[in-house]
């Protein structure tokens, strides 16, 4: 009797869990029309002039269901930014070849073109992050969004490069992503777009301060691969010293 009950239950809940998935999948859907409206829309109007319902009419998604995955126009974009943000970082944290290490420079050269090759072609992230018109919490969003990058950075330059061990040298590299930041943002205002001149000014700036705090750190030595049964020396890059967020940068 008890196994009948069993098996009565698994059958009725059999289609419970069909229907939830297929409501999950549709709900995906227009999550993903909905940046995707967003997404086009910023292709040809600029941040300030995008209004919710443009792209709720964009996506084909009624303004009610819309407001059940983003309550508002800012949440959109929130979303927006951190999936190109991703997509940015993936860019970043490409594998280095041998002429990106040569010295310190050409590392930190070649991670800021990186970052300015992406934003050339990514219209609409450049105009999130860079821009200079959005809201004060998307920008908050998007310098958070450094703090990880920042780390990133200081974490390859300490693999490739015998780096002192200065007092505060995560805050160091964090203004140094937000410095080349601030370049950026002031090409757009300028020009519209990253140009080679704010370009060279951005590598001049983050340059400077890298070598203030720094000095000019040799390259780590080359080992040859380890012979069978013997472990080479590591390269994995020295952890990060604790960080108190309570002083970094507001």
């Given at each position: 009797?008890?196994?009948t009950?069993?098996?009565q239950a698994?059958r009725?809940a059999?289609?419970?869990r069909q229907?939830?998935?297929?409501?999950?999948?549709?709900?995906?859907?227009r999550?993903?029309?909905?940046l995707?409206?967003?997404?086009?829309?910023?292709?040809?109007k600029?941040?300030?002039?995008l209004?919710y319902?443009?792209?709720?009419?964009?996506?084909?998604?009624?303004?009610?269901s819309?407001r059940?995955?983003?309550?508002?126009l800012d949440?959109m974009?929130?979303?927006?930014?951190?999936?190109l943000g991703e997509k940015?970082?993936?860019a970043l944290?490409?594998?280095?070849?041998p002429?990106?290490?040569?010295?310190?420079r050409t590392?930190?050269?070649?991670?800021?073109?990186r970052?300015?090759?992406f934003?050339?072609a990514n219209?609409?992230?450049?105009?999130?992050?860079?821009g200079?018109m959005?809201?004060?919490?998307?920008?908050?969003m998007?310098?958070?969004a450094?703090?990880p990058r920042a780390m990133?950075?200081l974490?390859?330059?300490?693999?490739?490069?015998a780096?002192?061990?200065?007092?505060d040298?995560e805050?160091?590299?964090?203004?140094?992503?937000?410095?080349?930041?601030l370049?950026?943002?002031?090409?757009?205002r300028?020009?519209g777009?990253?140009?080679p001149?704010?370009l060279e000014?951005?590598?001049?700036?983050a340059?400077?301060l890298?070598?203030?705090?720094f000095g000019?750190?040799?390259?780590r030595?080359?080992f040859p691969?380890?012979?069978?049964?013997e472990?080479g020396p590591?390269r994995?890059?020295?952890?990060?010293?604790?960080?108190?967020?309570t002083?970094?940068?507001?």
């Open positions: 009797m008890r196994g009950k069993k098996k698994t009725v059999a289609p419970a229907r939830l998935k297929s409501t999950q999948r549709r709900g995906d859907e999550r993903e029309r909905l995707r409206a967003a997404h086009t829309l910023l292709e040809r600029r941040v300030p002039d209004t319902a443009a792209v709720c009419a964009e996506a084909r998604v009624p303004t009610g819309a059940f995955f983003y309550p508002d949440s974009l929130h979303a927006l930014l951190r999936d940015h970082d993936a944290m490409r594998p280095l070849r002429s990106d290490v040569v010295t310190w590392l930190l050269d070649c991670l800021i073109e970052s300015a090759r934003q050339r219209r609409v992230f450049a105009d999130l992050s860079i200079g959005t809201t004060p919490d998307l920008k908050h998007d310098r958070e450094d703090r990133y950075v974490a390859a330059l300490e693999e490739h490069f780096l002192p061990r200065v007092p040298r805050r160091v590299a964090y203004l140094l992503v937000e410095i080349v930041d370049v950026f943002m002031l090409s757009m300028e020009a777009a990253i140009t001149v704010w000014h951005a590598k001049v700036a340059g400077a890298f070598s203030q705090h000019d750190p040799e390259a030595p080359s691969p380890p012979t069978t049964g472990k590591s994995t890059p020295a952890a990060p010293d604790t960080v108190d967020n002083k970094l940068f507001a």
